[in-house]
């Protein structure tokens, strides 16, 4: 398939179901909901839909710039409206006097529920509370089953989406130019250290993207990539703008404070 050539091998799979949503909606002229996506599958799905007049499409994953979002894909004249993502917001208290409670522990009392992380949005994690945007089909069973996280016993309630917390996180946006699109190169310019330590860490397996560890520091990122850096946060890809006269990347990056 043509279309193959833009992207990276490894996300053929999520290319051709995309692909094949287009085909299905086209063809039964029903609408698809898809489970969240992060900001690259993101680009991706925009990419193979394009401006197609044929088609709408829209996401949305609760907060305003949510890192994860579910996406529609309708025929031209339907319109879409919040309600159609079936997102529900789950709460839930704990004793911040006996426990502190992170983002990734509460992440991982979820993925230990044997449940998909496509399946969970983003979650929000304050001195006392916990928030998470889930997909609507497994509300009722995460309420069930999610009954703590560490040492504290929590209860879950679905409250609406008007209650959602303000993230707390705040995203550093910044311009930069870049010799290549390699991981090592990227990461030297977003968390300005040498491209030797790069080269370390990213040897070391702390560097994720898109959720997944990346060992060498030759991989090649794309528009839309999200970088996970073990002790330093997470980053985003935002833009590439193409080369300068001098055969460098102009590239726009966010950066998590």
């Given at each position: 398939?043509?279309?193959?050539?833009?992207?990276?091998?490894?996300?053929?799979?999520?290319?051709?179901?995309?692909?094949?949503?287009?085909?299905?909606?086209?063809?039964?002229?029903?609408?698809?909901?898809?489970?969240?996506?992060?900001?690259?599958?993101?680009?991706?799905?925009?990419?193979?839909?394009?401006?197609?007049?044929?088609?709408?499409?829209?996401?949305?994953?609760?907060?305003?710039?949510?890192?994860?979002?579910?996406?529609?894909?309708?025929?031209?004249?339907?319109?879409?409206?919040?309600?159609?993502?079936?997102?529900?917001?789950?709460?839930?208290?704990?004793?911040?006097?006996?426990?502190?409670?992170?983002?990734?522990?509460?992440?991982?009392?979820?993925?230990?529920?044997?449940?998909?992380?496509?399946?969970?949005?983003?979650?929000?994690?304050?001195?006392?509370?916990?928030?998470?945007?889930?997909?609507?089909?497994?509300?009722?069973?995460?309420?069930?089953?999610?009954?703590?996280?560490?040492?504290?016993?929590?209860?879950?309630?679905?409250?609406?989406?008007?209650?959602?917390?303000?993230?707390?996180?705040?995203?550093?946006?910044?311009?930069?130019?870049?010799?290549?699109?390699?991981?090592?190169?990227?990461?030297?310019?977003?968390?300005?250290?040498?491209?030797?330590?790069?080269?370390?860490?990213?040897?070391?397996?702390?560097?994720?993207?898109?959720?997944?560890?990346?060992?060498?520091?030759?991989f090649e990122l794309r528009e839309g990539d999200l970088i996970s850096f073990r002790g330093k946060g997470r980053s985003l890809l935002t833009s590439v703008h193409g080369q300068t006269k001098k055969e460098k990347w102009r590239v726009s990056y966010a950066k998590?404070?």
């Amino acid at each position: 398939m043509e279309i193959y050539q833009h992207f990276r091998k490894e996300e053929q799979p999520f290319i051709d179901n995309v692909v094949s949503w287009k085909e299905e909606v086209g063809r039964s002229f029903t609408r698809k909901l898809t489970d969240f996506l992060d900001p690259r599958e993101r680009m991706i799905f925009q990419s193979i839909i394009g401006q197609d007049e044929d088609f709408v499409w829209k996401a949305y994953g609760g907060p305003d710039h949510a890192e994860r979002q579910r996406m529609i894909l309708a025929p031209f004249y339907e319109e879409i409206e919040e309600k159609d993502f079936e997102v529900t917001l789950l709460e839930a208290s704990y004793p911040s006097k006996f426990v502190t409670l992170e983002h990734r522990d509460v992440l991982g009392a979820f993925m230990s529920l044997g449940v998909v992380r496509k399946k969970l949005g983003d979650l929000i994690v304050t001195e006392d509370k916990i928030q998470i945007l889930v997909a609507s089909e497994i509300a009722d069973y995460v309420k069930m089953n999610l009954t703590g996280v560490k040492k504290a016993g929590i209860q879950f309630a679905e409250k609406p989406i008007d209650n959602l917390l303000p993230s707390e996180e705040e995203w550093l946006q910044k311009d930069g130019t870049v010799s290549s699109l390699r991981l090592d190169v990227v990461l030297k310019e977003i968390y300005t250290l040498s491209r030797q330590k790069a080269v370390q860490f990213i040897e070391k397996g702390q560097i994720k993207v898109n959720y997944r560890t990346v060992e060498s520091s030759s991989f090649e990122l794309r528009e839309g990539d999200l970088i996970s850096f073990r002790g330093k946060g997470r980053s985003l890809l935002t833009s590439v703008h193409g080369q300068t006269k001098k055969e460098k990347w102009r590239v726009s990056y966010a950066k998590l404070k």
